[in-house]
């Protein structure tokens, strides 16, 4: 009785540690003309939803040493759609927070599919695959970042923008599935 628990309690383990190992990916390009090699935080980054229902909800956070090069924090990326291997996005976001600003500014870029203003954000998905609570997606977001307040992004400076040119491939697990 005492191994079959053990062994169960080993699997257990084991299953864990694997989840954890696959969560992870990179995100590479440029931002603001700089070429970066960007990691996903895995701890901080998951999904909601899911590929065979209506909607998905994709939160990512990237970070490294070429973000801290350009004076920027971690790149928060948020994409929810209806149809994620489609390309039917309702949202796209990317912001990084501006270090040492007073008030906090920050870049910040989106797309909104009903939008009534130019859209700073393209996002093309080559690849999304879900199994047993893992999300892999992989593809290109593009355009332009503008200096904002952080708080309620604010006071936009048109004059301080970044462009960004990414390419992802990350795997994140679902919400709550730890």
Same mark, same amino acid.
């Given at each position: 009785m $005492? ?6 309690? @080993? #699997?257990?383990? *084991? ?8 969560s ?7 931002? !603001? ?26 939160? &990512?956070?990237?970070?490294?040493? @070429? ?13 929810? #759609?209806?149809?994620l ?5 309702? $949202?796209v ?11 906090s500014? @920050?870049?910040?870029?989106?797309? &909104? ?8 954000l @393209? &996002? +093309?998905v ?6 047993? !609570? *893992?999300? #892999?997606?992989?593809?290109?977001? +593009?355009?332009? *970042?503008?200096?904002?307040?952080s ?7 048109p004059?301080d ?9 990350? +795997?994140v697990a ?5």
């Open positions: $005492f191994r079959t628990i053990a062994a169960a309690f @080993a #699997a257990l383990a *084991l299953t864990a540690a694997t989840v954890a190992a696959e992870g990916g990179t995100v590479t390009g440029t931002i !603001g003309g700089q070429e970066v090699e960007l990691t996903i935080w895995p701890e901080q980054s998951d999904y909601d939803g899911g590929l065979d229902v209506t909607w998905i909800l994709v939160s &990512l956070i990237a970070r490294g040493d @070429a973000l801290a090069q350009q004076n920027l924090g971690a790149l928060y990326f948020q994409i929810e #759609a209806v149809d291997p489609g390309n039917g996005h309702t $949202f976001e990317l912001q990084t927070t501006i270090r040492g600003t007073t008030p500014r @920050a870049y910040v870029g989106k797309y &909104l599919v009903h939008s009534e203003e130019k859209n700073a @393209a &996002l +093309t080559t690849s999304a695959v879900e199994d047993d !609570g *893992l999300l #892999a997606v992989s593809g290109t977001v +593009t355009g332009v *970042l503008t200096s904002v307040e708080v309620d992004h604010r006071n936009p400076d004059d923008t970044l462009d960004v040119d990414l390419t992802f491939d990350v +795997t679902k919400m709550g599935s730890d």
